[in-house]
Structure formats: structure tokens, C-alpha cells
């Protein structure tokens, strides 16, 4: 059977692999998925502790079943053990920055745009947008030195950060204001009235 170019979903060689390598295969990803989620979610730490398990003793597909399965009630009953959101969901550190860094910008040139400047719109999105583009620059700078990486790393990347936000918040402002994407948001999410 040949592969079919316009089917991106299919892959000849892994969808007609034998039995044995199948399996061999799926061991290896449950291995690493199993290993991964006792290392960095507290829920799976403590129910694989309390279960008497270790991710080290997956040795054949058929072990999974002496791991503790998680139902709704399980669900339920972990929200807002640990976390916020419950201590079965967790976020590598990178992505933590980048969401933490992101809500931040949206805040600010949320606030700025809509309370600065009323009069004149422009000016205030884009001031908004320059203060939002130094705090992408910032926040991935100081994730980098503090949370996940290094200073000498942080430098190296900084020029890049800068670039970024730079072209980021002149597209923005284009798509904005030249592109009249400010017109169509009024339009259907905002107060309907043309600026």
C-alpha cells in the first residue's frame, strides 16, 4: 500500500509496523510519558507513591494496570488541591513565563488603550503597545536569567527579544490602524462606533 500524498494523517511505515515493534514502541512512550508526569505533576507523584508505584517499573505494556486510573471523582476531588487549577495540571517552567509575560502585556495595553488618551486612540495604542513590546523584552529576559536558563544565555538572546518586540508592535500597529482591524472589533465587540 502506498502512501497517499494528500493524507497527512497517514504514515505508511508506522501504520503497518508488526505487532512486536508496535509494542516496543508504545513502551518507550509510555515509559517516557509516565516518567515525565511523576516528575512534574504533585497528583501523579502522590497516587503512584501511595499506589506503591514507580515510573521504573513499567517493564511491559501490561504493568500499567497496577497504576492507580483517574476518574471524574478523582477529578473532582484534586481542583484546587496544590494549585489553582488542582495539582493534576502543571506547566514547564518556560511556558509559565510565557504565560505569566503574556497576560501581562494583554493588561497593560488593555488598560492603556482603553483609559489613556481617549481623544487620541493612536497615540494611546500605540504607547500601549511599546510598554507591552518592553515587557515581552523584559519578562523573557529575566525568565531566561532566573527561572530557566542562564544570564550569558539571556544577553545572547536579548537582541532577538528586541527585534521581536520591535516588529511585533509595529505589525500591530499597522494591522490596527492601517488594516482597520480597530473598526471591525468596535464593530462586533465593541461599542459599534467607528473611531
Known amino acids: 500500500m502506498s502512501r497517499d500524498v494528500n493524507n497527512k494523517y497517514w504514515d505508511e511505515e508506522l501504520e503497518t509496523l508488526p505487532r512486536p515493534e508496535l509494542e516496543k514502541r508504545q513502551l518507550a512512550d509510555l515509559q517516557e510519558i509516565v516518567q515525565f ?3 512534574h505533576a504533585p497528583y501523579y507523584k502522590r497516587s503512584f507513591d501511595e499506589a506503591g ?3 521504573a517499573d513499567i517493564k511491559t505494556l501490561k504493568d500499567l ?3 492507580p486510573f483517574i476518574n471524574k471523582k478523582t477529578q473532582r476531588d484534586t481542583q484546587g488541591v496544590g494549585s489553582f487549577f488542582g495539582d493534576m495540571i502543571f506547566y514547564p517552567t ?3 513565563v510565557s504565560l505569566v509575560t503574556h497576560g501581562l502585556q494583554a493588561v497593560v495595553i488593555s488598560i492603556i488603550s482603553h483609559n489613556l488618551l481617549k481623544e ?3 497615540i494611546a495604542s500605540g504607547i500601549g503597545v511599546a510598554i507591552g513590546a ?3 523584552v523584559v519578562g523573557y529576559t529575566l525568565g531566561k536569567t532566573f527561572i530557566y536558563s542562564t544570564f550569558e544565555y539571556a544577553m545572547i538572546k536579548l537582541p532577538y527579544e528586541i527585534a521581536q518586540g ?3 508592535a509595529v505589525f500591530a500597529m499597522i494591522l490596527c490602524w492601517k488594516c482597520e482591524i480597530h473598526t471591525l472589533f468596535n464593530k462586533y465587540l465593541g461599542n459599534g462606533k467607528k473611531e
Request: aromatic fraction near 14%.
Open 134 to 136: 518592553v515587557i515581552m
Open 53 to 55: 508505584v514507580k515510573p
Open 166 to 168: 520591535t516588529v511585533g
Open 94 to 96: 518556560p511556558m509559565f
Open 120 to 122: 487620541h486612540p493612536k
Open 65 to 67: 494496570e497496577k497504576f
Open 37 to 39: 508526569a511523576y516528575d
